[in-house]
C-alpha cells in the first residue's frame, strides 16, 4: 500500500532503543500466545453472539482468591456470555497485564494483536482495566485504529466518573461490587448505544480517521463577539454571587466559551453534544409528550434485543432498568439515558434522570463530578437558539437544594438575559453554517494537543475520499500513534516534531505534521504527482489556517 | 437622558442647606469703579467690559478673568451714548449717538468719523460687528439690516447689502453670530440671520408662540423675552409667555426652526420667598442638562457670595444686589456696586454631589475651562468606583463615557491640542484657553451640554432692576420644578432621533454657532487615553485590590469592549496585566479564550508575560511561544526554543527566518547538555557550513574536542 514514505531526518531514535525493541519482541511473544489461548480457551466463538466486540472492566485487587473470580468482573459486554467465558476473557487479559508488568511496571500492555482479534488494554484507574476487544472479520471495513478504540474506554471512563465518581470509590463504598455494576451497566449500556447503526454496532473504523474523539470542537470568533461572550461569562457567574462557579457556553455543536478545566471541558462539552445542544435535543423532543408522563420505561429503543441482558446476568448487575419501579437494590441515575432532556418553558433544560416528575416541572437538577475541583456541582443547563450555557455551581454552596438552584435560575434570567440574546445574535451572524470550516481541495484533521482543540473537514466532505486515501491516512495515523508513543517513553515531556508524507495507491497524499504538540493530517487527493506539490498545498494551508504553525521549512 | 437623575438630585442638593454649591465666584472681584461713570456696557464680541465716561472709555479685559485687571483708556468725545461696542480687531470704537449716528473713533490715530442714517423715516435699533467675509459691521435699523465693510484707506463705512425688512427689535449674541429680528404687531415674526466667517445664512421666518388673554388685547413681545442660547454649539432660543407664563423653546436649524418644548412658570410670590438673584440662566433650568445644574442651584451661589462677603469683612458686606447683571459666558456684573464676578464651577462638588457616576463624568468630560482639573476628577472618580466595586454595568456604562470621549477628542484633535497646550506653559496646571470658548464642540455633540447666557451689549445699561427681580422670580420658580418637568421634556430635548418630521429632515445641518470659535480658542479636553486609563485607573486599582482579581477583569474586560467599538488601541500594558491577574486567579481556561481569540492582542509584552505566567501552566506558556512567533519576533523565539532545550528546531528556524544574533555557543551548549553526540556533531556541523571561519574560533575547538571525547567514551562503554 505504501509507494513511498518520507520522514524527518531529525526525528531520529533516541538512546532508549534497547527497550523499545524488547518490549516489541515481548508483545510479539504474547500475539502468539494470546492467539493460541484465545482459540484454546473458546475466545474465538464470542464474536458471533455480540457482533465481534467485547467490552469488559475488572479490577486487579478483587477475587484473588479460588473460587471468588467473579468479584473481579465489574462489566462485561455482551452480558449474556456464559460466566466461564468472560472469565477466561479476563483471566487472559489478567495474566498479560501481570506478565507486561515485569518488564515495564509504569505502562503495562497496551494492545495485542491476535490472528482474529485486536485486544485494546486502558488502565482506568490503577488496577482498574478496561479491554476491548475487536474482531478481525474479513469486512473490508472493519479497519480499526487501536487508539481511536482507545479513546472510546477513556470516554467512557472519564464521562462515567463525572456523574458517579471514580470506579474504586464506589468500589469502596459498596466492598460487594452490586453497586459499580449496578452502575456501570446501565451506563455502558446508555452510551454504546449512541454506537448503533441498524442492529449493529459500529465502532470508529478508519473512515473515521479525520477525527480526534478526545477534542473539543471550537466556534471561531471575531474580537468583538468573543469580548461579547467572555463578558456574558463574566455576567453568568456572577449571578451565582459569590459562589465559585464554572460555565460553559456552546453554540450548535460548537464551544464558545469554557472556564473549566481541559479534561473537564472534555467532558461536559462532550455530553453537551451528546444530549443537551439543539441538535442532540430535536431527536429527543419529538417523540416526547406530556402523556407519557410517568411512565419512563426507556427501554424501547432500536437496539434492545442487542443491548439488553438475558436473565442470568441481571442478578448479578443489577436491573439496568432504572425505571422509578422500586423493587431495584440500588438507585442509579442513568445520565446518558436517551431522550430524556427537554426544554422547558423559561429556556432552562429539563430531565427526570435524576428524579422526580417531569409531567410537573418538579425534577431534580442533575449533579456532575468536577476532576479539577473535585467536587460536586449542580448542573444548570439554559438554551437559547442555537445557544446553549451550561453552569456548573458547587453542591456546596447551594444550601436548600433544588430551592435555592431555583432562585439561582431566575437571577441568571434577570441578569443575563439581555446578554444572552445580544450574543446569540452576534454568534448566529458570524456563524458560517456546517460548511464554515471545509477548506475546499483540503481534507484535514487539526489537532492541538496543548489545549484538546480539533478541527477537520466536515463529515459531509470527508465522505467524499476514497476508501484508499482513508485506509492510507489511518495508517498513517497509527504510525504516527506509535511514534508518539515511543517518544513519549523515550523522552517525557518534550515534544517531537514529525513530518510524514505517504502516497497511496490511488496517487492520494496522505501527509501528518507534528510540531509543537499541534498535529495536522491531511488526504490530499487531487494534489499532483510530486511531494513537493503536496508539501506546498500542505504549506499553504498551513499559512492561511494555522498561522503557519506548521510551515516550518 | 442619563443627566436627568443627576440634574435632579443636584439640584435637590442645591436647594438642601448643608448642601455643597456648585457654583462660586471667588473673591476679590474686578472693581471697575470710575469717577463719572455713565454706566457699564459688555462687548460680547471681544469680551471686553466697557464704562464710559463722558470723554473717556474705560475697558476691561474679561477673558481671561482676573481681578487685578487694568482697564485700558480710550478718549472719545463728549456726547450721549446709546451703545458702544469695539471692532473685533479693537482698532476701533463705534459709539452709537442717537438713533440715527453712529460715530467711529480710531484708537490709534483719534482719526472720527460719523455714519448717519441716509433717509428720515429709519432709525437706528443697534449695531454689531461681525467677522463675516464681506462685511465688519451690522447696523440694524427699522427698515431691516444693513451691512457695511470698513474702508481703511477712505475711514468710512462702506455699504456692502441691505436686507429689507421692518424691525421692531432685534436680539443678537457674538456667541451665536445670530440676529433674530421682530416684526409684527405683537412682534412675534422673526427674521433671524448667521452672519459668521463662513458667510451668511438666512433663516426661514418663523412665529413666537403668543397666548391671548383676552378675545380682543394682543400682547407684544418684548426683547426682554427673548434670549438666544448656545449649549455646545447648538443654537436655541427662549421665549417668555408672559401671558401664559410659559418658556417656550426653539432649535435653529440652517432649513428649520423647531419648537423644542414648553415649561411653565409659576407665580412671583414663592420667587420673592427665595429671593435668588438670577437674570437668565433659564435654559439651564430647561435643559435638564448636569452642567446646567450648576447654574441653577441659586442658593448655593448666594451661600458661598455671603461667606465670602462675611470674610472680605469691608463695605461689600452686602454684595447681592439687584443690579446683577449675568454677562457672557460666566460673568457677573454687579451695577450698583460696580464690580466684575467671575462664576466658577466648582467640580468637586458637583462630582460629588452625584452618584450617578457615568453622568458626572460624561459632564466632566465636557469641561475646557479646567480641562486638567475636570480630568484628574474624572480619573479619581474612575478609580474609587472600581476600588468601591460598584456594579458592572455601572462601571461599563462609565468606560463608554470615557473611551467615547476620548475617540472624539482624537477625531476634532482636541486632545493633542490639548497636551501640546499643557506643556508649554509648565507652571500653570490649569490652562485655560484666552477664548474661554465653551463652545468649541462640533455640532454633532449631542446630549448633555453646557448652556450659556446670552446678553447683548446694548442691554447691559437697559436691564432695570424691576426686569432683573422679575426674571429672578420666574427663573427661580421653575428651577425648584424642574425635576418634574424635564421627564415630560427633556426627550425632546436630548435625542434628535425622537421628533418627528420637519425635525428629522432637518436634523442633517443643525446651524452651528461656533464655526468661528474653533479657530479663535485655544483648549485642552480632559479626554482620558488609553494610556492614562491603564496608569492612572487600572493600575493603582490593581495594586489596592489584592486578590479575587475577577472584578478588575470584569472591568477591563468593559474597558476592551468600549475601546473596540470606538475602535481606540488599548495599552498593550493593560493586556499585560490582564494575564497577571487571570493567571493570579488560576483561570487559564479563560486566559486561554482571552488570547486565542485576541480579546488580548499579540505583542511583546503579552507573550514574555504569557511565558512568565505560564511557569505554572504548561498551555499558558505554549501560547506565549506560540505568540512570540506570531509577533516575529524570531530572537525571542529561537531563544525561548534553546532555552527549552529544542536547539534542533531553533536551529532549523533561526536558519529560516534569519536569525543570526545568537552566539553558535548557546546551541552547542544545549546540545551537550543533552548529552547526544550526533546531535551535537549535526549542530558542530550546522555551524561550520553556515558561519564562515567558524573552525578557527575557540567555539569549534572547544566543542570539537568535547565532540571527541563523548565519541571515544561511548566507544570505550
Known sequence: MLEYSFSKPNSSRSPSLVTEDLRSFISKIYTVYSTNSASFMGLSSIGTASDGMQLCIFDLRRGQHEGQELDKILYFFPADLPFSTQLSVIGLSEGLITFTRIFSPEAACEVIEAERHSHVFYEAEPDIWMVMIVEKSKDSEAIWRIDALREVLKEIHSLFVMFHGSIRALLEREPGGGLTRAHLYPFIMDYLRDFLVGKKLQLPSFRDCLMERRSVQMLTVGREAAIEVQTLVRILESSAGNLPCFSLILFQDLLVSTTLSPEDTINLYKYAVLRLTPLALSSGAKSWSYLRKGNSSSHVSIGSTLLSTGSVSEQFYGSHDASPAGDNRYHVTRPLQHDKWFKGKDGFLITDIWGGDIGSLNVTTPTVWLHQTEERMYLCAYQYKSLTIILLIPLSSILNGDQGVSILKQQLLENASLKILKVEEKLSKGWGGENAYHVSGYRYLLVDGNRDISRASPPTKVTTLSKESLLALNRLREEVDAEKSRAKWDNPGREKDLEVCIRAKNNAWAVARITGGKELYMVLEKANETLLYASDAVEKFSNRYCSGTFSLD | ?717
Request: glycine fraction near 6%; aromatic fraction near 10%.
Open chain 2, 1 to 717: 437622558m442619563s443627566g436627568k437623575a443627576s440634574s435632579s438630585q443636584a439640584s435637590i442638593g442645591g436647594l438642601g442647606s448643608g448642601s455643597v454649591s456648585h457654583v462660586f465666584i471667588q473673591y476679590p472681584p474686578l472693581r471697575c469703579n470710575i469717577p463719572g461713570s455713565r454706566g457699564f456696557y459688555y462687548d460680547d464680541g471681544n469680551k471686553l467690559l466697557l464704562s464710559p465716561t463722558s470723554n473717556q472709555v474705560f475697558s476691561w479685559k474679561t477673558a481671561p478673568f482676573s481681578p487685578n485687571a487694568a482697564p485700558n483708556i480710550d478718549s472719545i468725545t463728549e456726547g450721549p451714548i446709546c451703545s458702544i461696542r469695539f471692532s473685533l480687531d479693537e482698532k476701533l470704537i463705534a459709539v452709537q449717538r442717537s438713533n440715527t449716528s453712529i460715530q467711529f473713533f480710531h484708537r490709534e490715530t483719534g482719526e472720527t468719523f460719523t455714519h448717519r442714517c441716509k433717509s428720515e423715516s429709519e432709525s437706528i435699533l443697534g449695531f454689531f460687528w461681525t467677522d463675516c467675509p464681506s462685511c465688519d459691521i451690522v447696523v440694524v435699523k427699522t427698515s431691516g439690516l444693513d451691512l457695511y465693510a470698513y474702508d481703511h484707506a477712505l475711514k468710512s463705512l462702506a455699504l456692502v447689502e441691505t436686507k429689507k425688512m421692518t424691525v421692531s427689535w432685534y436680539v443678537y449674541t457674538h456667541e451665536s453670530r445670530l440676529v433674530l429680528l421682530a416684526s409684527g404687531m405683537q412682534c412675534k415674526t422673526f427674521h433671524g440671520f448667521q452672519l459668521s466667517s463662513v458667510g451668511i445664512i438666512r433663516l426661514p421666518k418663523f412665529e413666537m408662540v403668543m397666548a391671548k388673554p383676552e378675545a380682543n388685547s394682543k400682547p407684544v413681545l418684548a426683547s426682554e423675552d427673548v434670549y438666544i442660547v448656545t449649549v455646545y454649539g447648538r443654537i436655541y432660543c427662549l421665549q417668555v409667555d408672559r401671558v401664559a407664563m410659559v418658556l417656550h423653546s426653539y432649535r435653529f436649524y440652517r432649513d428649520a426652526i423647531i419648537q423644542q418644548g414648553s415649561l411653565p412658570i409659576y407665580s412671583h410670590k414663592v420667587a420673592v420667598n427665595s429671593r435668588a438673584p438670577i437674570s437668565a440662566p433659564l435654559p439651564v433650568l430647561f435643559r435638564g442638562f448636569p452642567r446646567s445644574d450648576s447654574f441653577t442651584s441659586r442658593p448655593g451661589t448666594k451661600e458661598s457670595e455671603s461667606l465670602e462677603a462675611s470674610d472680605s469683612n469691608d463695605n461689600e458686606a452686602i454684595i447681592y444686589g439687584d443690579g446683577w447683571t449675568f454677562l457672557v459666558p460666566d460673568l457677573i456684573c454687579d451695577i450698583a456696586n460696580k464690580r466684575l464676578w467671575k462664576i466658577h464651577l466648582d467640580l468637586e462638588a458637583i462630582s460629588a454631589s452625584s452618584s450617578e457616576v457615568p453622568s458626572v463624568l460624561e459632564f466632566l468630560q465636557r469641561r475646557k475651562l479646567e480641562a486638567n482639573k475636570a480630568k484628574q476628577l474624572c480619573l479619581a472618580i474612575t478609580r474609587t468606583m472600581i476600588l468601591e466595586r460598584r456594579p458592572i454595568n455601572m462601571v461599563a456604562k462609565a468606560m463608554d463615557v470615557l473611551v467615547t470621549s476620548y475617540a472624539l477628542s482624537l477625531k476634532t484633535g482636541s486632545y493633542f491640542k490639548g497636551i501640546k497646550t499643557e506643556r508649554t506653559p509648565s507652571s500653570v496646571p490649569n490652562v485655560s484657553g484666552p477664548g474661554q470658548g465653551e463652545d468649541v464642540n462640533t455640532g454633532r455633540t449631542d446630549g448633555l451640554g453646557k448652556s450659556v447666557q446670552q446678553e447683548s451689549a446694548s442691554r447691559v445699561n437697559s436691564v432695570s432692576v424691576g426686569r432683573s427681580s422679575n426674571y429672578s422670580s420666574e427663573t427661580e420658580d421653575s428651577s425648584s420644578f424642574e425635576p418634574l418637568k424635564i421627564s415630560s421634556n427633556d426627550a425632546q430635548f436630548d435625542s434628535g432621533k425622537v421628533d418627528t418630521g420637519a425635525r428629522s429632515s432637518a436634523t442633517g445641518n443643525p446651524l452651528n454657532a461656533s464655526v468661528s470659535e474653533q479657530q479663535e480658542s485655544q483648549l485642552t479636553s480632559p479626554a482620558i487615553s488609553p494610556d492614562e486609563m491603564y496608569r492612572f485607573v487600572f493600575a493603582p486599582a490593581e495594586e489596592e485590590m489584592i486578590g479575587e482579581p475577577s472584578y478588575l477583569v470584569s472591568i477591563i474586560l468593559e474597558f476592551f469592549r468600549s475601546a473596540n467599538l470606538e475602535k481606540v488601541k488599548v495599552n498593550p500594558n493593560l493586556y499585560v496585566l490582564t494575564v497577571q491577574l487571570l493567571a493570579r486567579s488560576e483561570q487559564y481556561a479563560e486566559l486561554g479564550l482571552f488570547v486565542i481569540n485576541k480579546i488580548i492582542e499579540p505583542s511583546k509584552e503579552v507573550a514574555l508575560q504569557l511565558l512568565e505566567s505560564g511557569r505554572q501552566n504548561f498551555q499558558i506558556r505554549k501560547l506565549g511561544s506560540d505568540m512570540l512567533r506570531q509577533v516575529s519576533l524570531h530572537q525571542d523565539y529561537v531563544l525561548l526554543l534553546v532555552q527549552d532545550g529544542y536547539y534542533l528546531e531553533a536551529l532549523r528556524y533561526a536558519r529560516k527566518h534569519k536569525v543570526t544574533t545568537i552566539r553558535p555557543s548557546l546551541f552547542l551548549e544545549a546540545a551537550m547538555t543533552s548529552n547526544d553526540s550526533q546531535h551535537l556533531a549535526a549542530v558542530l556541523r550546522f555551524f561550520s557550513d553556515f558561519i564562515p571561519g567558524f573552525h578557527s574560533t575557540s567555539d569549534f575547538s572547544t566543542y570539537y574536542h568535547i565532540l571527541n571525547e563523548m565519541n571515544s567514551s561511548s566507544v570505550v562503554a
